[in-house]
Structures are given as structure tokens and as C-alpha cells.
């Protein structure tokens, strides 16, 4: 059974910065490729970034160069550090892992199989 556990999420003003942890169980990092997600009431989920299992990865445009992706294999442990934060990052994170893809990780979170409960991030200006 995967488990997927988020943590770090908060509040902070603009410009701030959180870094995001996703504890897995069962090797996951190590295996499968991973993502962060976010959502925002009434929109679709967003792929933030992912990373593969050759370490590989992925960002959306909107988070380019400000946040970054990373994951500890002996902790099982995926990690996203979001810096200069903007009010519009404002959104439920959740992390994800997808056991059907292990290189070349998507921000297309239909191919996702297994889900957190997601950590509140919210960005004040």
C-alpha cells in the first residue's frame, strides 16, 4: 500500500520562502517518478514539477527558476523548495507518484496513480 504524507506547507508573505516535504512509503522515490500538483477552489490541478527516477526533471513555466524539485532515496522522502513565492502560488499542494512511468516524469496528473491529502500553502502580499 503506497502512502504518500505532506508536510511544510504554511502561510508567508511574497517574495518568502517553504519547502515542501512528501514522505513516502515502500520505495517509492527510488522506483517510480513523482510530482508536486497544486489546486486552487473551482480550477484544475496544475502539475508544479516532477522527477523521474533517474533524478530527471520537470517544471511548469510559472515556477521555473523559483522553485525546485528534489527527493532523498534513503529517506523516501521528495521535497519541492519554493523561493520568491507569489501570491498566486496560493494553492492545496499535493504530491503524487506514478508507478507507470519511471523515466521521463509528466506534470499530467492523470498519469498519477496514488495521491497525498495535499498541504495548504497560502502567499500573502
Known amino acids: 500500500q503506497v502512502q504518500l504524507v505532506e508536510s511544510g506547507g504554511g502561510s508567508v508573505q511574497a517574495g518568502g520562502s517553504l519547502r515542501l516535504s512528501c514522505a513516502a512509503s515502500?520505495?517509492?522515490?527510488?522506483?517510480?517518478?513523482m510530482g508536486w500538483f497544486r489546486q486552487v477552489p473551482g480550477k484544475e490541478r496544475e502539475g508544479v514539477a516532477s522527477?523521474?527516477?533517474?533524478?530527471?526533471?520537470n517544471y511548469a513555466d510559472s515556477v521555473k527558476g523559483r522553485f525546485t524539485i528534489s527527493k532523498d532515496n534513503v529517506k523516501d522522502t521528495l521535497y519541492l523548495q519554493m523561493n520568491s513565492l507569489k501570491p498566486e502560488d496560493t494553492a492545496m499542494y499535493y504530491c503524487?507518484?506514478?508507478?507507470?512511468?519511471?523515466?521521463?516524469?509528466?506534470?499530467?496528473?492523470?498519469?498519477?496513480?496514488?495521491w497525498g491529502q495535499g498541504t495548504q500553502v497560502t502567499v500573502s502580499s
Open positions: 503524487a507518484s506514478n508507478r507507470n512511468q519511471p523515466y521521463g516524469s509528466t506534470l499530467v496528473s492523470g498519469t498519477y496513480n496514488h
Open positions: 515502500g520505495y517509492i522515490s527510488s522506483s517510480y517518478s
Open positions: 522527477i523521474d527516477r533517474s533524478d530527471w526533471t
